[in-house]
C-alpha cells in the first residue's frame, strides 16, 4: 500500500508561513488525489485543501477558510505533495494529515475519496 509521512508542522507565530510536505513511497498511482485535513482540539476533522492530477491536467481545490492564504502543490513525479501555508491565524492550529487515493469523481472534499492516510503533523499557531 502507499505509506504517506507529513512533515514540517512545529510552532509558528501569527502572520507566519509554514511548508507542510506529504511524502509518499510504496505503490504509486498514475491517476492520484492527495488531500490535506486538519483537526483542531475539540473538532471534527476538516478539509483543508486538495489536489487531483491526471493525463497531464491538475486540478487544485481549498476551503473557504483557507482560500488565499494556503497553496497546495505537488513534485514533478507526484511523490511529495506540499502545502504552503501563509498569514497563519491561531485558528489554524491542528493536526494536519494528507491522504491519498486514487482519482475519482468523488469531491476532494470528502474523506470518502481518499485510501491512505498519514499519522499528521501538529501545527500550533501562537504568540
Not at 493536526?95 to 468523488?106: E, F, H, K, P, R
Not at 481518499?114 to 501538529?122: C, I, P
Request: aromatic share 10%; charged share 15%; with cysteine.
Amino acid at each position: 500500500q502507499v505509506q504517506l509521512v507529513e512533515s514540517g508542522g512545529r510552532l509558528v507565530q501569527p502572520g507566519g508561513s509554514l511548508r507542510l510536505s506529504c511524502a509518499a513511497s510504496g505503490r504509486t498511482f498514475r491517476m492520484q488525489t492527495v488531500g490535506w485535513f486538519r483537526q483542531a482540539p475539540a473538532k471534527a476533522r476538516e478539509f483543508v485543501a486538495g489536489i487531483r492530477w491526471h493525463t497531464g491536467s491538475v486540478s487544485t481545490d481549498y476551503a473557504d477558510s483557507v482560500k488565499g492564504r494556503f497553496t497546495i502543490s505537488k513534485s514533478d513525479t507526484g511523490n511529495t505533495v506540499y502545502l504552503q501555508m501563509d498569514n497563519l491565524e491561531i485558528e489554524d492550529t491542528a493536526v494536519y494529515y494528507c491522504a491519498s487515493g486514487l482519482i475519482s469523481t468523488m469531491s476532494m472534499r470528502t474523506s470518502r475519496a481518499y485510501s491512505y492516510w498519514g499519522q499528521g503533523t501538529q501545527v500550533t499557531v501562537s504568540s
